[in-house]
């Protein structure tokens, strides 16, 4: 059965892989899946077809067969049980890279997505100069104890999986803020993640529907 995502028609960032369609591609290039994509201007996001993939009108959605799915962790477990590649055939270390899946968005990603939100939509309000020490600080929160807990590791539990991939699409957040220059360790595994075959392809993929030229390499 064919697998069809899909992606923004334009991309508000302009192809650089921080749209989360790109984290669906890497799983997919990871474990060697072939996909189509099928493009979504933001108008057709909010009508009835596309509402009846994604309540929330967002994107991306995952097709096979009668299958629909919504929400990239949910797209992306379902990719890495299914397929071999992003999770490891122990139990136990199984559970531990889906454990990390869950904590890159709902423990790590939420407050550099408030950091987001206060550099880009709040800095003509008169709090936002008071505000935004305050929400560099737990983003520094978090990026603290994930350093921590990496070490001198390649990865966060043994070799590379799923819960890396969605851990290395949310650090990629940071990368233009300077934040995570602070922490060399995490942004030598951002590097890490980024000159990964499948994560090359998958942004080579993202770009070319933002640039109209097709990916090489």
């Not at 968005?105 to 505000?131: C, F, Y």
Request: glycine content about 8%.
């Amino acid at each position: 059965m064919t697998i069809t995502i899909t992606a923004f028609e334009r991309s508000p960032d302009g192809g650089r892989g921080l749209a989360r369609d790109t984290r669906v591609r890497w799983a997919l290039e990871e474990v060697g899946q072939p996909y189509e994509v099928r493009l979504v201007s933001f108008r057709a996001m909010k009508e009835p077809a596309h509402l009846a993939l994604h309540p929330f009108g967002q994107i991306p959605t995952y097709e096979e067969g009668d299958l629909a799915l919504f929400e990239t962790g949910a797209i992306i477990l379902h990719i890495a049980q299914r397929h071999a590649g992003l999770l490891p055939d122990d139990a136990n270390a199984r559970a531990r890279a889906i454990t990390w899946m869950f904590a890159a968005v709902n423990t790590v990603e939420p407050p550099i997505l408030e950091l987001e939100a206060a550099r880009l939509l709040e800095g003509d309000k008169p709090w936002h100069d008071e505000r935004l020490p305050l929400v560099e600080d737990r983003v520094r929160n978090r990026l603290n104890q994930l350093s921590a807990r990496l070490g001198d590791t390649d990865w966060l539990d043994g070799a590379f999986s799923a819960g890396d991939l969605m851990m290395v699409s949310v650090l990629l957040r940071l990368k233009s803020s300077g934040i995570l220059d602070e922490y060399p360790n995490l942004a030598a595994y951002l590097v890490r993640g980024e000159t990964r075959p499948a994560y090359k392809r998958a942004f080579a993929a993202q770009l070319a529907v933002n640039t109209g030229k097709p990916p090489t390499g």
